[in-house]
């Protein structure tokens, strides 16, 4: 074909754009949507209510149709503990284990000088304000878990967290590194296996 | 979290119903939308452009956002051929291949009476009109090409369609079954070699 209709180049793009979708996907895609009008309408709609709709819990960064998250909102929950973690997803991912009842912080991401991402982009500031905050409160926060990638960066991120969060009064903690549930030891590399050494948990004393 | 915010469900469905994309893809995608609300919005707006400028070519059924097609209208291509392909994806992918300059029809899928699927409801029938219109004008087609899948279903409606060209004065062929360039022998099943030796093509007599 000499070329494809304009508009269908451009709704390409847009799905190009999106994580995991390469051009291959974005035509497959681009071309499902021009079968079904009513559905690319529909979509259409989706996509504008949740910019109208959704948007960072004003205490926490969750993302919420109203100023509180259901979290932050529930009385049900630890209000003593706040779990940092980098990004959305990894929220919902601790969320769905369903055995966690405290609070949540939701960072942009994570410290990356490179990237021009330093401690105020990512919401460290608000994180600290908030556990501030909270000694005023009825209930202060006790216990800081970072729950972030065991990367260069989120490691990274943590360290600087902690060293921030000294002198506040609160515990830091940080989740354990070891190897995932149901993993067979060969799969892992050394330095995960070195790691799940040096933070063995007792049995028996 | 107790729930997701009712909007960002909505929009994941919607992902969900696109072809290849899970329910973990899903999210991603979603949540990838709530972080840009001006790229959602230019989505919206890509997605509601295509429904209202892009549809079938009323001559041969490709996508446009003309009555005819860029192919249909083009004064180069060679009216005398026209090659069948069940989608326009397929379409797109004989094009780029470079070397072909007829023109084509694009059936609405492939005759299945599983699943409803006529000589009507795919095409057929608007297929045959327009080889039989060709015959009274100055371009006549000459031979229709089946590009259409080897499967059961491709190889149902191939011979369907030859059946229903026969006695129109037409040559009718088949796109050859064979090994893909570039693969080796040991990669394909007994069926394709049998095909690969059946179709061979003589080089010295």
Redo the contacts between chains.
Sequence with gaps: ????????N??M??FR?????GKK?A????????KD?D????????????????HRCRECG????DEL???CR?PKRDRAIITVVE???N??AI?RGGSYYGLYHVLNGLLSPMADRGPEEIGLDDLLARVERSKASDTPVEEVILAISATVEGETTMLFLADQLKGMGVKVSRIASGIPVGGSLEYYDELTLARAMAERRTLEE
Excluded: G, Y
Excluded at 1 to 8: G, K, T, V, Y
Excluded at 62 to 65: A, L, Q, S
């Design positions: 074909m000499d070329e494809f209709p304009e508009s269908l451009v709704l793009d847009h754009r999106l994580p995991t979708i996907t035509q497959r895609l681009a071309l499902h949507v021009v009008p559905e690319a309408r529909a979509f259409a709609e989706a996509l504008v209510a949740v910019t109208e709709h959704v969750n993302i919420t149709e998250c259901s979290i529930s990004d959305v997803s929220l919902m969320e």
